[in-house]
């Protein structure tokens, strides 16, 4: 078993930035992937970007794909996402999760966390 925890999300303004963190704990050993996907109301989960184990591949929605980064720290078994220049269309909860393969699709990965709210106004 895996536990994600995420955290980061708030409310900023179009043109901001913030920084999402997903805490892992549990088989954290077992070399998952890891996935940031965002649900917003009314609106199927959709992939915002995903990282291998080793951080040596990553992969990216189109529309975020210029503006936000995603990273991993496995020292601190921790999976980060920088939002850069933000937009109100960005607005959603934010939720990690993890899989055996850089996925891009919900079906795919088999441990979620909560979510983060993050509210962009404009």
């Known amino acids: 078993q895996v536990q994600l925890v995420e955290s980061g999300g708030g409310l900023v303004q179009a043109g901001g930035s913030l920084r999402l963190r997903c805490a892992a704990s549990?088989?954290?050993?077992?070399?998952?992937?890891m996935g940031w996907f965002r649900q917003a109301p009314g609106k199927e989960r959709e992939f915002v970007a995903a990282?291998?184990?080793?951080?040596?591949?990553?992969r990216y929605q189109d529309s975020v794909k210029a503006r936000f980064t995603i990273s991993r720290d496995n020292t601190k078994n921790t999976v980060y996402l920088q939002m850069n220049s933000l937009k109100p269309e960005d607005t959603a909860v934010y939720f990690c999760?993890?899989?055996?393969?850089?996925?891009?699709?919900?079906?795919?990965?088999?441990?979620w966390g909560q979510g983060t709210q993050v509210t962009v106004s404009s």
């Open positions: 999760a993890a899989s055996i393969s850089i996925a891009t699709i919900p079906e795919d990965y088999f441990y």
């Open positions: 549990g088989r954290t050993s077992s070399g998952y992937a």
């Open positions: 990282i291998t184990w080793s951080g040596g591949r990553t």
